[in-house]
């Protein structure tokens, strides 16, 4: 909500009944003194739940949501730090969509149950979140989605990459949101070509989206602590975020 932005606010790790009942960690961020607040579930990158999905986690709640982000990785290594946790899920082939499906739906359930909600539930992810992010508006009945850089939403991941996944382009009539894609012009995944392939099919079913290119930008624009970070795409993306969250989520 950028019109109500507070320093006010409680931030910490929780634990939460995900996927099969299973009690995995999340780091939960909320306005102190949310009274009809919507609710934001961050979904984090491959490198894991760590220092910088906080920062954002907490960057949401300051500006009025109720923000949980899921730890996906913690049933591979409880207690251990986001890069062991990360390996060692990449060593499994990363994480399974059910499971995400499941974590995330024991997100929303906590985070529609913490006083100030409005009900409303959006999600937006990164690199690897961003495709799951897609996935969770394919598939579960929310909002709002927001595509940060999303990773083989289109195309075959190649045999020997670490992590397999499966394209989504045969779910896209599914999607239940508006749904904001933030995109580098230099990304290799999803690259212009891959992202003109997915818009096409949400014109052709009538779906209700609006994705943005920045030249100059690859992938991980928005990451502050890697080379790839792009000062200027990700201030205007922040912009096109909360302007999306704020029309979507409260209006």
Same mark, same amino acid.
């Given at each position: 909500?950028?019109?109500?932005?507070?320093?006010?606010?409680?931030?910490?790790?929780?634990?939460?009944?995900?996927?099969?009942?299973?009690?995995?960690? /999340?780091?939960?961020?909320?306005?102190?003194?949310?009274?009809? %607040? &919507?609710? *934001?579930?961050?979904?984090?990158? !491959?490198? $894991?739940?760590?220092?910088?999905?906080?920062?954002?986690?907490?960057?949401?709640?300051?500006?009025?949501?109720?923000?949980?982000?899921?730890?996906?990785?913690?049933?591979?290594?409880?207690?251990?730090?986001?890069?062991?946790?990360?390996?060692?899920?990449?060593?499994?082939?990363?994480?399974?969509?059910?499971?995400?499906?499941?974590?995330?739906?024991?997100?929303?359930?906590?985070?529609?149950?913490?006083?100030?909600?409005?009900?409303?539930?959006?999600?937006?992810?990164?690199?690897?979140?961003?495709?799951? /992010?897609?996935?969770?508006?394919?598939?579960?009945?929310?909002? %709002? &989605?927001? *595509?940060?850089?999303?990773?083989? !939403?289109? $195309?075959?991941?190649?045999?020997?990459?670490?992590?397999?996944?499966?394209?989504?382009?045969?779910?896209?009539?599914?999607?239940?949101?508006?749904?904001?894609?933030?995109?580098?012009?230099?990304?290799?995944?999803?690259?212009?070509?891959?992202?003109?392939?997915?818009?096409?099919?949400?014109?052709?079913?009538?779906?209700?989206?609006?994705?943005?290119?920045?030249?100059?930008?690859?992938?991980?624009?928005?990451?502050?602590?890697?080379?790839?970070?792009?000062?200027?795409?990700?201030?205007?993306?922040?912009?096109?975020?909360?302007?999306?969250?704020?029309?979507?989520?409260?209006?």
């Amino acid at each position: 909500m950028t019109d109500s932005m507070t320093d006010s606010m409680t931030a910490g790790t929780v634990m939460i009944p995900g996927h099969a009942d299973d009690q995995i960690e /999340a780091y939960v961020a909320r306005p102190i003194d949310a009274s009809s %607040a &919507a609710s *934001v579930v961050v979904i984090h990158h !491959m490198p $894991g739940y760590d220092e910088e999905t906080k920062e954002i986690t907490r960057k949401l709640a300051h500006h009025g949501y109720l923000a949980i982000c899921p730890n996906l990785h913690y049933r591979e290594a409880p207690g251990s730090d986001h890069g062991e946790a990360s390996a060692a899920c990449r060593s499994l082939g990363g994480v399974p969509d059910d499971r995400l499906i499941g974590d995330v739906e024991g997100s929303i359930r906590y985070v529609r149950s913490l006083p100030g909600s409005n009900g409303k539930i959006g999600t937006i992810g990164f690199c690897s979140g961003g495709r799951q /992010a897609f996935l969770v508006g394919c598939t579960l009945p929310i909002d %709002a &989605a927001i *595509v940060c850089y999303g990773g083989y !939403m289109v $195309g075959t991941p190649p045999p020997d990459r670490p992590v397999q996944v499966r394209p989504l382009l045969d779910i896209a009539d599914r999607l239940s949101c508006p749904l904001l894609g933030l995109f580098g012009a230099e990304d290799r995944q999803p690259s212009p070509a891959h992202t003109a392939e997915l818009e096409g099919v949400l014109s052709a079913n009538g779906q209700e989206f609006e994705f943005h290119t920045y030249e100059g930008a690859g992938h991980a624009f928005f990451a502050t602590d890697r080379a790839s970070y792009r000062p200027e795409a990700a201030k205007e993306g922040w912009q096109r975020i909360f302007a999306f969250f704020e029309r979507t989520l409260t209006e």
